[in-house]
């Protein structure tokens, strides 16, 4: 009995497993023109998240349409979490809602062909595609072979959508530069006690002019 409860539950969870596979590794084959939904939760780990980059608090909820146009994927959807991050003002972790669109699309490697490559078609093609102007607001990506990799896409639009600035709210005080004291706890003694320190000139100014 035991072995096969342990067979069962490996069976659930591999099947678990490449379900998400199939949600970050789509194949091509798959996509159409008339689209392809794609919708699961997905880890930091399935995303090879670095801990610099960003932490997550339980997985992402991600919901993609892929279109495929004439060798080009056309990925968009949402992506929803919640991040925890570090306040730059105060050093506390905070947890903060995740939510941004994702617009990309994918194109199809070019590999350089081995050898001379003969195109002898008659006619010279106009260079318009050679130099197309980055015009596109979508993100380029590449695939290659039979399928998409959306995992580093995925990684690379959630660390673009993080602030550079976190704050644990708008009017965080953060930290006493000179005891370290979180001042969202309260003041600290330091107002009271250097003598000709930046801010006791200051107030002093200050009363001047009272
Ligand atoms: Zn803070
Ligand atoms: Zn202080």
């Given at each position: 009995?035991?072995?096969?409860?342990?067979?069962?539950?490996?069976?659930?969870?591999?099947?678990?497993?490449?379900?998400?596979?199939?949600?970050?590794?789509?194949?091509?084959?798959?996509?159409?023109?008339?689209?392809?939904?794609?919708?699961?939760?997905?880890?930091?780990?399935?995303?090879?998240?670095?801990?610099?980059?960003?932490?997550?608090?339980?997985?992402?909820?991600?919901?993609?349409?892929?279109?495929?146009?004439?060798?080009?994927?056309?990925?968009?959807?949402?992506?929803e979490g919640t991040a925890v991050r570090e306040c730059v003002r105060c050093l506390k972790d905070f947890e903060e809602p995740i939510a941004f669109s994702v617009r990309?699309?994918?194109?199809?490697?070019?590999?350089?062909?081995?050898?001379?490559?003969?195109?002898?078609?008659?006619?010279?093609?106009?260079?318009?595609?050679?130099?197309?102007?980055?015009?596109?607001?979508?993100?380029?990506?590449?695939?290659?072979?039979?399928?998409?990799?959306?995992?580093?896409?995925?990684?690379?639009?959630?660390?673009?959508?993080?602030?550079?600035?976190?704050?644990?709210?708008?009017?965080?005080?953060?930290?006493?530069?000179?005891?370290?004291?979180?001042?969202?706890?309260?003041?600290?003694?330091?107002?009271?006690?250097?003598?000709?320190?930046?801010?006791?000139?200051?107030?002093?100014?200050?009363?001047?002019?009272?």
């Amino acid at each position: 009995m035991k072995g096969n409860r342990a067979v069962i539950m490996r069976w659930v969870s591999s099947a678990t497993l490449e379900m998400t596979m199939d949600l970050l590794t789509p194949k091509i084959a798959d996509i159409t023109g008339e689209g392809l939904s794609l919708s699961g939760d997905v880890t930091a780990e399935e995303l090879e998240l670095d801990e610099a980059d960003a932490v997550l608090r339980g997985p992402l909820a991600v919901g993609l349409d892929l279109r495929a146009v004439e060798g080009t994927v056309c990925v968009t959807g949402v992506v929803e979490g919640t991040a925890v991050r570090e306040c730059v003002r105060c050093l506390k972790d905070f947890e903060e809602p995740i939510a941004f669109s994702v617009r990309v699309a994918y194109e199809r490697e070019v590999k350089a062909a081995p050898g001379p490559v003969r195109r002898d078609d008659g006619r010279k093609k106009p260079a318009v595609a050679e130099d197309a102007p980055e015009e596109l607001n979508d993100d380029i990506y590449h695939y290659a072979g039979d399928h998409l990799e959306l995992a580093p896409m995925l990684r690379e639009q959630l660390i673009l959508a993080a602030p550079m600035h976190p704050l644990c709210k708008d009017e965080c005080l953060g930290l006493c530069p000179h005891c370290g004291k979180d001042l969202n706890e309260g003041p600290c003694q330091c107002a009271d006690e250097p003598a000709g320190g930046p801010f006791q000139v200051l107030r002093k100014l200050k009363q001047k002019h009272e």
